[in-house]
């Protein structure tokens, strides 16, 4: 029987022309302007915009939140709706907001540690990161290699778990049920690996400025060979589950395209530019920072700039760290896991910006340090947020169904908005 | 407890022991320089002073990131430079910063022993500052990949520094929270209103004189749990024992 | 009645059936609930489901549920239309019994066997568009409301499919009684050969699909949702309901599944009457009848829920344009062919 090409071989063509979505003479600020000329592809989307002029009805404010399911925590957006179409969106935010930045200033940076795990909660791994890194490029030491490489290996898994998730519960915002079941599923495999090694399914906390604070369990990498395979499969059946389904294109293509200049001058990163074409991945591109160089990967772009090519652009990413995983298990060496640290940190006088590729965008921090025990002060840059302000360019002129198929495919945490 | 340092492990947990780089002879790295630029940023650095001239008050390279500091009126030309000329269109963030060291926790024979003590010095960072309040914003290339950190000093009485909305879109909701936790007022922006805070809420947070509110309602050690054993009568909540 | 050798009389029998029908259409709806809903959704998402109540793998638990609905506080919202609010749930769950009116589970067992038999069950079910949009108004709740129109539109476009699908049944069964096209279906033959009768999906395939799509859509179920879109409107129209008035839109939902089910079954699949060649007799078919009409109903219901889990939901106008823009066409093209087939052969 012949069997369609699947989705990814076709997108994959697509996918490297290496073309952006621009937005021609598109206004850059933030305030509602009519939209002027725009890039052909972007016609899809407005074809349908036929305001009705016959009912002169008056507009309804809808409040989407802050309990809602699909506003992935307590996010409130302030929509003003003209039947079925929004003619203005305002997200409220700030409901989850528990001060770090103040925090941060009354904290020891083994504290810091604890509290950052806790901005991004689905892959907190990748939290510690920078600002250890932060700390130790201020104290000018570097944690050995196998620290590293298994920092980095524990990164890509959270990466992995934090898609995962994602890839199942898209589905359920554009409303299959049972996606994110598989997706809760298939994360089980990588939490459990992630417990087994640092004992936090969630808050690992294993980061130490110098290393890590223990070394892998007996059996820990065969184990995740085997977790990798699972990811693969796992990949394959949403592949065909979701984004082969007629249904769910419909639901996503051309929904939400966000303009690669637009996006850039918002902030917008991560795997939400990558699907608006742009070549950028601070893994590769920005300053060498864990076990990155010393291995091989593809960077993913998607030329439509739309939800589906976020979720396609993810689902590639799925892959890919999978095989970084089995990459740097191949390549792990052996050694210390921890350098000469002494017991009480004190970071000297300085200044440092230190930004990585977390799985919701780019995580930076600017870490202001006086020479004290604990940072003067700490700038979190976080990729939720950026990726959040750009909702009221991005929601003019939409159905409020494709509001939550855009919401989920930006894909953000609250923690990481709000801080 | 494995936080003992250098610890030896075997390699009979690795699957491939033949592919596996022992570590044992790796060369102790030297840090690098902090002040050091690459080529690409060094030539970045020289383009920006080109085009602002005397806008330019200081600049300082930090761990490969030239920070610049810029004058209070050419802080929204300096983004126009750098998104135009120098083709940084990506916004990473802006924020503020406080100079002024904090105050001390309590009195002086206050038991509160939990933060860091900062130095009662007032210091600056890189490339200086001439009063308590500055903004800085970093910003980026996404075709070229390089970055710089941009800095001016904010007047304390005035508390306005030249908004970036018109330049980077994105400046908005930075821009908000900023005036929101600092006080700093953004000169033709939109329209600045709470982002994080209640509307009602008074006070700049991040401002170091403002306190931090949990320690002012209940002062460290905060409120202390311990559960009496069974044996023992059970002790009332003042006396609390000392779980540190 | 024929079946029992008793004269009982006008009355009697039509209270005997009343209260079967009203016992049959909770049962039938926590039936359909249990075994779709909690088991098979369950393990098609590869979990279990419920497992304790009642000790054998759950089956107690939608009764616990009823029984936990009805003695929840019964709160109405302070801005809402009081009486509208109230009568809502029951004109749903009216339009659901009247359905099962006319749906024959054996010889004699149905309640009346109406000559308008098809005609019949597919108005009175949609008397419930009605009580959609009494609940989302009388809600005061702007979700409600948005869901309640969703659904307006969404139940009076289907309508169509739905009727232009019976329509060849109709043509190839001669008659639109619910009672004859089960005999028509049972006692025909396939161009000669009679083995298995002649259910009417074997030429009717076009309708079939055309009748579980427009059902499905009826139902708002997956992919047609939009009206319940659970994680946008967090149960739309019903989001104001509490206790034993969102039992009532339950057993509404589920009662007209397995009364859309039923006449899939009937209509297509055979209804209660196995092949007459077979040589059962119609007093064997008065005690078997409901047991294979039951079986009919469970593989058609597991085909509407089986779409029902794996499916994302149509926008809107997706929806409608699929309803005008394609159903109708093609139930127009298959009742055309249908005529010509009747009369060629």
Redesign the interface.
């Known amino acids: 029987m012949n069997r369609p090409p699947r989705v990814s071989e076709a997108e994959q063509s697509r996918a490297s022309t290496g073309e952006r979505v621009s937005a021609v003479g598109a206004s850059p600020t933030a305030t509602s302007e009519p939209m002027m000329e725009v890039d052909p592809r972007l016609y899809r989307h407005l074809a349908d915009a036929q305001v009705n002029v016959e009912l002169d009805t008056g507009d309804m404010i809808l409040n989407l939140g802050p309990q809602h399911p699909a506003t992935h925590g307590t996010l409130r957006l302030v929509v003003r709706l003209d039947g079925e179409r929004v003619i203005s969106a305002d997200p409220i935010i700030g409901y989850m907001h528990r001060g770090y930045e103040k925090l941060t200033e009354f904290r020891t940076y083994p504290q810091i540690t604890t509290l950052i795990n806790r901005i991004d909660w689905l892959s907190s791994f990748a939290n510690e990161v920078p600002f250890i890194d932060a700390a130790e490029q201020l104290m000018g030491i570097l944690a050995p290699p196998r620290a590293q490489y298994i920092r980095t290996i524990l990164t890509e898994l959270s990466r992995i778990a934090t898609f995962l998730l994602f890839l199942g519960e898209m589905g359920l915002q554009v409303g299959a049920l049972t996606p994110a079941f598989y997706g809760f599923r298939d994360r089980e495999h990588i939490l459990n690996l992630i417990e087994a090694a640092t004992g936090g399914r969630f808050h690992p906390n294993f980061n130490r400025i110098g290393g890590l604070k223990d070394d892998l369990p007996w059996g820990w990498v065969n184990d995740t060979r085997t977790a990798m395979k699972t990811v693969f499969d796992a990949c394959d059946t949403f592949e065909d589950l979701v984004a082969g389904n007629e249904i769910f294109e419909a639901r996503t293509r051309s929904i939400g395209i966000i303009p690669a200049e637009l996006g850039a001058a918002y902030g917008v990163s991560g795997s939400n530019l990558r699907a608006s074409g742009v070549d950028w991945d601070l893994r590769r591109d920005g300053k060498p920072y864990l076990a990155y160089p010393e291995i091989d990967f593809r960077v993913w772009t998607h030329p439509d700039g739309d939800s589906f090519a976020r979720y396609w652009v993810r689902l590639q990413e799925t892959r890919e760290a999978a095989r970084m995983v089995l990459q740097l298990l191949d390549q792990l060496p052996s050694g210390p896991i921890m350098t000469k640290v002494p017991l009480i940190i004190k970071v000297p006088q300085g200044e440092i910006w230190v930004e990585t590729e977390n799985p919701l965008g780019q995580m930076g921090y600017y870490v202001f340090s006086k020479g004290a025990t604990g940072p003067f002060r700490v700038k979190i840059r976080s990729a939720s947020f950026s990726n959040v302000s750009i909702l009221p360019w991005l929601l003019r002129g939409v159905f409020v169904p494709d509001v939550i198929t855009i919401l989920g495919s930006l894909y953000f945490i609250l923690g990481d908005i709000d801080r | 407890m494995s936080d003992v340092p250098g610890t030896e492990l075997d390699s009979t947990d690795d699957a491939s022991a033949d592919e596996v780089t022992t570590a044992t002879d790796v060369e102790v790295e030297e840090p690098p320089d902090p002040h050091a630029l690459d080529e690409e940023h060094a030539q970045l650095l020289t383009r920006l002073e080109g085009e602002l001239g005397d806008a330019v008050l200081d600049t300082e390279p930090r761990f490969g990131d030239p920070v610049v500091r810029v004058r209070r009126d050419s802080w929204r030309r300096a983004a126009e430079v750098a998104r135009d000329v120098l083709e940084c269109d990506y916004l990473s963030f802006i924020s503020g910063i406080d100079w002024q060291p904090a105050p001390k926790e309590g009195d002086e024979d206050s038991s509160d022993t939990s933060s860091p003590v900062q130095p009662q010095e007032v210091s600056y960072g890189a490339a200086g500052s001439d009063g308590r309040f500055q903004v800085f914003a970093h910003v980026q290339s996404t075709a070229h990949h390089w970055g710089l950190t941009l800095k001016v000093d904010v007047d304390e009485t005035g508390m306005l520094a030249e908004s970036w909305v018109p330049v980077y879109a994105g400046a908005d909701w930075h821009e908000r929270e900023c005036w929101e936790m600092f006080g700093i007022s953004f000169d033709g922006h939109p329209a600045l209103r709470h982002l994080y805070l209640p509307s009602a809420f008074e006070g700049h947070p991040l401002r170091k004189d403002f306190p931090l509110l949990s320690r002012v309602v209940k002062p460290w050690p905060g409120l202390v749990d311990v559960e009496a054993m069974p044996e023992e009568p059970e002790e009332p909540a003042s006396t609390a024992e000392d779980t540190e | 009645m024929g079946m029992l050798a008793i004269d009982i009389g006008w009355g009697s029998t039509l209270a005997i059936k009343t209260i079967v029908i009203l016992i049959l259409v909770p049962t039938g709806a926590l039936i359909l609930g249990y075994t779709f809903l909690l088991k098979v ?1 369950s393990h ?4 279990l489901g419920p497992m304790d109540p009642g000790g054998f793998h759950g089956w107690f638990q939608l009764v616990g549920d009823g029984i936990k609905f009805i003695q929840k506080e019964d709160i109405t919202p302070e801005q809402a239309d009081k009486r509208v609010f109230a009568f809502a749930p029951a004109v749903v769950v009216i339009s659901t019994f009247l359905v099962f009116l006319v749906i024959p589970a054996g010889p004699d067992l149905v309640v009346k066997d109406l000559d308008v038999g098809v005609f019949y069950a597919l108005a009175v079910s949609s008397l419930s568009v009605i009580g959609v949009l009494m609940a989302g108004w009388a809600s005061a709740n ?2 409600s409301l ?1 869901g309640a129109l ?1 659904a307006a539109a969404q139940l009076i476009a289907y309508e169509l499919p739905l009727l232009l699908a019976v329509v060849g049944v109709v043509i190839l069964a001669g008659t639109m009684s619910l009672q004859g096209i089960v005999r028509a279906q049972s006692t025909e033959s396939i161009f000669g050969f009679d083995g298995i009768g002649f259910p009417f999906i074997l030429t009717q395939i076009i309708g079939f699909t055309l009748f579980l799509v427009a059902s499905q859509a009826e139902l708002t179920q ?2 047609f ?2 009206p319940v ?4 409107l ?1 149960a739309g129209y019903m989001v104001e309901y509490t206790g034993f008035r969102f039992l009532f839109f339950f057993i509404g939902e589920f009662g007209t599944a397995f009364a859309f089910a039923a006449i899939a079954a009937t209509l297509f699949l055979g209804g209660w009457a196995l092949p007459a060649s077979w040589g059962i007799s119609d007093g064997v078919m008065r005690f078997l009848g409901p047991g294979v009409l039951f079986a009919k109903i469970m593989l058609v219901a597991f085909l509407m829920f089986w779409v029902r ?10 929806l409608q344009a699929l309803a005008w823009k394609f159903l109708i066409p093609i139930g127009l093209a298959n009742i055309l062919l249908t005529a010509i087939f009747k009369v060629a052969f």
């Not at chain 3, 889990?309 to 997706?318: I, W």
Request: no cysteine; proline share 7%; net charge neutral.
């Open positions: 959704m098609m998402q590869s979990r702007k979700f948005l969703r997956t992919p949702d939009m879109a659970e994680s946008e967090v889990f794996t499916y994302p939901r149509l926008r809107e106008d997706q």
